[in-house]
């Protein structure tokens, strides 16, 4: 089975941009959670989305923001970047909500300058 | 607050120690807490522990969560180099939102 993919993998922007991250899951499972990794704040939680609907949102500004398809791939966009969004983003899927056993992908490197 | 808090921070050990590391958590609605593997890349899925005082293991890996005193700890025995990595502990509330804890860095030199 393929496991979590996240295009693109590596991505520079500058401030004031807007970036679309994609998440495809492991065939199967339905949720989809988002999160942002800093070497100074660790993995934080962004959202989660099961059955294309938002189950679950961190405390994240509203330029963050996501969505999910009916085959359960997701994106997620960030508005008008700022340079501490700079970050690893990694998405990660469980088979459906509250099904604690979540697989990460690879992550999409974002640097703002 | 929900929060997840894991020590040491960062070790450094030898090949063939045996290391533990901590987790401690606070978090409504407790039902599971999950032990990742972090390398220079995702991290991958080690242990969900559910029921207290049952241990996992895998290899020379285990992990035994306490409900009652809120806290896991994941043991490495014998270590090897391959074993450096970020360890990272995770405990879903009740929203299904999973707080991370910011990691114990282990390094193995040989």
């Known amino acids: 089975k393929a496991g979590v993919t996240q295009t693109p993998r590596y991505l520079i922007k500058t401030r004031g941009q807007q970036v679309t991250l994609s998440c495809s899951p492991i065939?199967?499972?339905?949720?989809v959670s988002w999160y942002q990794q800093t070497p100074g704040q660790g993995l934080q939680f962004l959202f989660e989305?099961?059955?294309?609907?938002?189950?679950n949102k961190g405390n994240f500004p509203g330029r963050f923001s996501g969505r999910q398809f009916s085959n359960s791939r997701s994106e997620m966009n960030v508005s008008t970047l700022e340079l501490g969004d700079s970050a690893l983003y990694l998405c990660?899927?469980?088979?459906?909500?509250?099904?604690?056993?979540?697989?990460f992908g690879p992550g999409t490197r974002l640097t703002v300058l | 607050e929900d929060k997840v808090v894991q020590s040491p921070l960062s070790l450094v050990v030898h090949e063939g120690d045996t290391v533990t590391l901590n987790c401690s958590y606070e978090v409504t609605n407790f039902r599971s807490l999950l032990w990742y593997k972090q390398e220079k890349k995702a991290p991958t899925f080690l242990f969900m522990l559910?029921?207290?005082?049952i241990e996992k293991k895998s290899g020379r890996l285990s992990s035994i969560l306490d409900k009652k005193e809120l806290f896991s700890i994941l043991n490495i025995t014998a270590t090897q180099t391959g074993d450096s990595a970020v360890y990272l502990c995770?405990?879903?509330?009740?929203?299904?939102?999973?707080?991370f804890g910011t990691g114990t860095s282990l390094t193995v030199i040989p």
């Open positions: 990660a899927s469980s088979l459906a909500w509250e099904t604690d056993t979540q697989y």
């Open positions: 065939s199967g499972h339905r949720s």
């Open positions: 989305y099961f059955s294309e609907t938002q189950r």
């Open positions: 559910t029921s207290s005082g």
């Open positions: 995770a405990v879903p509330n009740t929203g299904n939102q999973f707080y």
